[in-house]
């Protein structure tokens, strides 16, 4: 072979080589990363010819796939119920949406193999569809959402045009009984095959300055206010505290080494004498008392319970992923007691608010939140079922006692309408300061509850951001506690 010759060759070998290598690369390496890209039009093509399983709750379809004609051949769909034509939007938080243009949220993401049927337990029903001819199917997801819940906070924030968010739990289990985030959308609207109905839509929501498409539920994080006084209560009471124990009743403390004054709600004093039991000054929601106790009992007995109730990184996944909840930084005594109010850096979502309510009504012991029941095949067989697990004992019995009794005692002075007549609900309101001028600025308002009492069933988290439609005089009270009051009364009436 001449020497021309013999480098074509070469040439040619090396080309083979970089082929082969780069063959290798995708179909090994990079296969999955190709396949879960949404603008993969082949794999969408695919996963649009077999029939997406459906999501349901108690029995009612929130997500179902139809024939659609086109090359697609199935088209998501999130049908209304009868009796609740919004009920789309309702469950938006819950199901998410599938969309050709811009992949999928929600239990759609969360739970993509088992609604595609890509998942390896059904790998059986995929080789028997092989070989039978039948049109292949995927699986199913059962949530453990009560539509009747879900339906009646969502309206109970749109009926009155309300920004905000309601999680009610199971405290027994964890599990999420209703998860609403208002505004929401309807998926629907980004389901279609229409690109550019659906781009435009996308558009719209996107820049709808009340952010639709947030779910507030477990992707936002708010100063919870003096709700957080439950943490800061238990801390003490961990530590030695009792429920009797005098706070002053004054009606600000001078935060120290400041000259910063943290005052009272409308700057009242906390009762007639200079101190005030630790029970009442928690039923009267007292800025100065609750800065005083949790100064008192140091930054490290704080974070050590607001860590057992939950809050802190690495917050596990519903399977929908929740943002994590904070108490911030507390450098010193001053920031000390702003935190102990719940203020300054601390910041929750409203589902971890849910779990502190949860956990003191299932006598200390936090339970893992859930938002999956089962799951099934295309066949409805079970393939899994969600069993209930708890981190552990978050707070010891007694103090879980103690502190139902101060939630007990902070419901019966709560103002705000509704009422549960032959049930008794142990509650906490917040009204949380927030933004850079923090007075002149609406506040949030925070409900979290759980009744009965004695025996509770359900444990809930309400929030209204921006004062709702009470503007700067708003209060927890005000504006969460009766729409937190209406979905306890619906739970303990069996959420029919």
Same mark, same amino acid.
């Given at each position: 072979?001449?020497?021309?010759?013999?480098?074509?060759?070469?040439?040619? +070998?090396? +080309?083979?080589?970089?082929? %082969?290598? &780069?063959?290798?690369?995708?179909?090994?390496?990079?296969?999955?990363?190709?396949?879960?890209?949404?603008?993969?039009?082949?794999?969408?093509?695919?996963?649009?010819?077999?029939?997406?399983?459906?999501?349901?709750?108690?029995?009612?379809? /929130?997500?179902?796939?139809?024939?659609?004609?086109?090359?697609?051949?199935?088209?998501?769909?999130?049908?209304?119920?009868?009796?609740?034509?919004?009920?789309?939007?309702?469950?938006?938080?819950?199901?998410?949406?599938?969309?050709?243009?811009?992949?999928?949220?929600?239990?759609?993401?969360?739970?993509?193999? *088992?609604?595609?049927?890509?998942?390896?337990?059904?790998?059986?029903?995929?080789?028997?569809?092989?070989?039978?001819?039948?049109?292949?199917?995927?699986?199913?997801?059962?949530?453990?959402?009560?539509?009747?819940?879900?339906?009646?906070?969502?309206?109970?924030?749109?009926?009155?045009?309300?920004?905000?968010?309601?999680?009610? /739990?199971?405290?027994?289990?964890?599990? =999420?009984?209703?998860?609403?985030?208002?505004?929401?959308?309807?998926?629907?609207?980004?389901?279609?095959?229409?690109?550019?109905?659906?781009?435009?839509?996308?558009?719209?929501?996107?820049?709808?300055?009340?952010?639709? +498409?947030?779910?507030?539920? *477990?992707?936002?994080?708010?100063?919870?206010?003096?709700?957080?006084?439950?943490?800061?209560?238990?801390?003490?009471?961990?530590?030695?505290?009792? *429920?009797?124990?005098?706070?002053?009743?004054?009606?600000? %403390?001078? /935060?120290?080494?400041?000259?910063?004054?943290?005052?009272?709600?409308?700057?009242?004093?906390?009762?007639?004498?200079?101190?005030?039991?630790?029970?009442?000054?928690?039923?009267?929601?007292?800025?100065?008392?609750?800065?005083?106790?949790?100064?008192?009992?140091?930054?490290?007995? %704080?974070?050590?319970?607001?860590?057992?109730?939950?809050?802190?990184?690495?917050?596990?996944?519903?399977?929908?992923?929740?943002?994590?909840?904070?108490?911030?930084? =507390?450098?010193?005594?001053?920031?000390?007691?702003?935190?102990?109010? &719940?203020?300054?850096?601390?910041?929750?979502?409203? %589902?971890?608010?849910?779990?502190?309510?949860?956990?003191?009504?299932?006598?200390?012991?936090? +339970?893992?939140?859930?938002?999956?029941?089962?799951?099934?095949?295309?066949?409805?067989? !079970?393939?899994?079922?969600?069993?209930?697990?708890?981190?552990?004992?978050?707070?010891?019995?007694?103090?879980?006692?103690?502190?139902?009794?101060?939630?007990?005692?902070? #419901?019966?002075?709560?103002?705000?309408?509704?009422?549960?007549?032959?049930?008794?609900?142990?509650?906490?309101?917040?009204?949380? #300061?927030?933004?850079?001028?923090?007075?002149? !600025?609406?506040?949030?308002?925070?409900?979290?509850?759980?009744?009965?009492?004695?025996?509770?069933? =359900?444990?809930?988290?309400? *929030?209204?951001?921006?004062?709702?439609?009470?503007?700067?005089?708003?209060? @927890? $009270?005000?504006?969460?506690?009766?729409? $937190?009051?209406?979905?306890?009364?619906?739970?303990?009436? @069996?959420?029919?």
């Amino acid at each position: 072979m001449n020497t021309p010759m013999r480098r074509v060759a070469m040439l040619v +070998m090396a +080309m083979v080589v970089v082929l %082969l290598a &780069g063959v290798t690369y995708l179909q090994v390496f990079k296969a999955d990363e190709l396949r879960a890209d949404p603008r993969n039009q082949r794999v969408l093509v695919d996963e649009y010819s077999r029939q997406r399983g459906q999501i349901s709750a108690d029995g009612q379809v /929130l997500a179902a796939s139809v024939e659609s004609g086109d090359r697609f051949k199935f088209l998501r769909v999130y049908p209304a119920n009868p009796h609740a034509p919004t009920s789309p939007e309702a469950n938006a938080p819950v199901t998410g949406f599938y969309s050709l243009n811009y992949a999928s949220s929600g239990l759609e993401k969360a739970e993509d193999q *088992i609604l595609s049927g890509s998942d390896d337990r059904l790998f059986g029903n995929r080789l028997f569809d092989l070989v039978s001819g039948r049109n292949p199917r995927g699986g199913n997801v059962e949530t453990t959402i009560n539509p009747v819940l879900q339906q009646l906070a969502y309206d109970q924030l749109t009926s009155q045009n309300l920004t905000g968010s309601v999680v009610a /739990l199971d405290p027994r289990t964890g599990a =999420i009984l209703a998860m609403v985030s208002a505004p929401s959308y309807d998926p629907n609207l980004l389901a279609g095959h229409d690109g550019a109905e659906v781009a435009a839509n996308w558009k719209r929501l996107h820049t709808d300055p009340r952010s639709p +498409m947030l779910n507030r539920a *477990i992707s936002q994080t708010y100063p919870p206010g003096s709700t957080f006084k439950v943490v800061t209560s238990a801390a003490a009471l961990e530590n030695g505290a009792t *429920i009797n124990d005098p706070l002053t009743a004054a009606a600000g %403390l001078t /935060l120290p080494g400041t000259n910063t004054v943290l005052h009272n709600y409308a700057d009242e004093r906390c009762g007639p004498g200079d101190t005030v039991p630790m029970i009442e000054a928690f039923a009267r929601s007292c800025n100065a008392a609750f800065a005083q106790l949790g100064i008192k009992y140091g930054a490290d007995a %704080l974070r050590d319970t607001a860590e057992d109730f939950g809050i802190g990184p690495d917050t596990p996944s519903i399977p929908l992923p929740v943002a994590d909840s904070t108490v911030g930084t =507390i450098p010193d005594a001053a920031a000390l007691g702003q935190s102990s109010i &719940g203020q300054r850096d601390v910041a929750l979502t409203p %589902l971890q608010n849910a779990v502190i309510a949860a956990t003191v009504a299932n006598g200390g012991v936090r +339970m893992q939140p859930y938002l999956v029941e089962e799951l099934e095949g295309p066949d409805l067989k !079970t393939l899994s079922t969600t069993a209930p697990t708890s981190p552990g004992q978050a707070i010891p019995p007694d103090v879980a006692d103690e502190l139902t009794q101060m939630m007990i005692a902070s #419901e019966q002075g709560t103002t705000g309408a509704g009422s549960v007549p032959g049930v008794q609900i142990a509650s906490k309101t917040g009204t949380a #300061e927030h933004g850079s001028t923090p007075k002149q !600025t609406p506040p949030h308002g925070w409900y979290i509850a759980f009744a009965p009492a004695q025996n509770p069933v =359900i444990a809930v988290a309400v *929030i209204v951001e921006d004062g709702g439609n009470a503007g700067l005089s708003a209060t @927890g $009270g005000k504006i969460a506690s009766p729409i $937190g009051r209406a979905v306890i009364e619906a739970a303990v009436q @069996g959420g029919q």
